[in-house]
């Protein structure tokens, strides 16, 4: 088959958020099965907005081709490039898989898709999480007006729609009945080092945006109230983001006395990210909600032990006790767990090799891949 993905942004090896990374290595996985496997994306990544020497410009990552258009950002990315060029040649595909909810470059993807009878699906990656969905009441109207107008047509048309979890299937169902919806866990690809760090204080470390759905003023609270003789953490995440919500989390650091404990590392590449998991003894996270937390995934494929709260959607991974879970915004309970990991380094290490079992027997690509393939049509033109 010859299969298609759009993202909005994509720079390997230079992810700005979950969604690029994982398309793009949905795409290797699929590759590794055979089939030929091409990407539609922008010369927007995070802050950064590269020029194009042409258009569109064709750059090989192994077997994938990846095709850069050149687009604008208004809170949503645009580009006529990418949807002239996708009207021109979209019957050259077999398959379209769209990764772009609340931009415009999924309507690109609907259109064309019913102007030349493509298969289309639709990767949501939480968007469709009920508390995400039901967040802030202006924020809320916002994106139930996008989804109605923009969304909804694509989805009903859909040939399928990934989601992460049950929840997000059923809160899709409830809207459009009739849609057909897979539920695919996140995939995580094998770590390029596994966690080594055995001596030195005990390094907490966290990553994701640096926004209040998150929680990690839950986090800063609690290492506020732990013993803090040997212990730090590490923030890995863009901290110019939302600047107003840093301020607030930096005041209440110089409040608690912990200017000496926690650093802010800002955004960091691949390596350097790894470098920072790799050397720390605790990963933690406690969203207010998650579709499947791909930070999560990759502290554990190193090893980490990881508390994380249940609005991280990794039930089942609590199940097998390969992490531990707390409950929501209870300040308390993040405590006593976390009080329990950092105390016990035997029982970090047991939690850590679990972690790592349940990354590969349940969140391998090619096995995820393997399950995309099986819900794509069978018939290939090319």
């Not at 995820?368 to 290939?380: D, I």
Request: proline letters at 5%; a positive charge.
């Amino acid at each position: 088959m010859h299969i298609l993905h759009i993202v909005y942004s994509l720079v390997p090896g230079q992810y700005f958020g979950g969604v690029p990374k994982m398309a793009f290595e949905l795409a290797c996985a699929q590759a590794r099965l055979g089939h030929r496997v091409s990407i539609y994306t922008t010369n927007i990544n995070g802050p950064h907005h590269f020029p194009l020497p042409s258009t569109p410009l064709r750059v090989h990552f192994g077997p994938i081709e990846v095709y850069y258009f050149p687009a604008q950002k208004y809170g949503v990315f645009f580009s006529n490039s990418l949807r002239h060029y996708l009207h021109q040649y979209g019957a050259t595909f077999d398959a379209i898989h769209t990764h772009n909810t609340y931009h415009p470059l999924n309507q690109y993807a609907r259109q064309t898709a019913a102007r030349q009878a493509i298969p289309l699906f639709y990767h949501t990656h939480g968007c469709f999480n009920p508390i995400s969905l039901h967040q802030g009441f202006w924020k809320a109207i916002k994106k139930r007006l996008y989804l109605q107008l923009w969304e909804y047509p694509g989805l009903r048309r859909a040939t399928g729609i990934f989601v992460n979890t049950e929840a997000e299937q059923q809160e899709i169902k409830k809207r459009i009945p009739q849609a057909t919806v897979y539920e695919l866990a996140n995939g995580v690809a094998p770590p390029p080092r596994q966690c080594s760090k055995t001596s030195g204080p005990i390094v907490l470390v966290t990553l994701s945006r640096i926004h209040p759905c998150k929680g990690l003023h839950y986090l800063i609270e609690a290492l506020h109230k732990l013993p803090q003789d040997h212990l730090c953490l590490k923030i890995i995440g863009d901290f110019q983001q939302d600047r107003a919500y840093t301020h607030r989390l930096q005041e209440r650091i110089r409040a608690w006395g912990l200017t000496d404990k926690i650093k802010f590392l800002g955004h960091l590449n691949e390596p350097q990210k790894y470098e920072q998991l790799c050397n720390a003894d605790i990963y933690c996270q406690f969203s207010e909600s998650e579709g499947t937390s791909l930070s999560i995934l990759e502290a554990m494929s190193v090893g980490l032990c990881c508390v994380v709260s249940e609005g991280c959607s990794m039930h089942q991974a609590a199940t097998h006790h390969a992490l531990l879970a707390c409950k929501n915004g209870d300040i308390q309970d993040i405590v006593e767990r976390l009080l329990l990991v950092v105390q016990n380094s035997e029982y970090r290490r047991s939690m850590g090799i679990k972690a790592q079992q349940y990354i590969l027997q349940h969140h391998g690509w090619d096995r995820l891949a393997a399950k995309v393939m099986a819900h794509y049509p069978h018939n290939s033109n090319h």
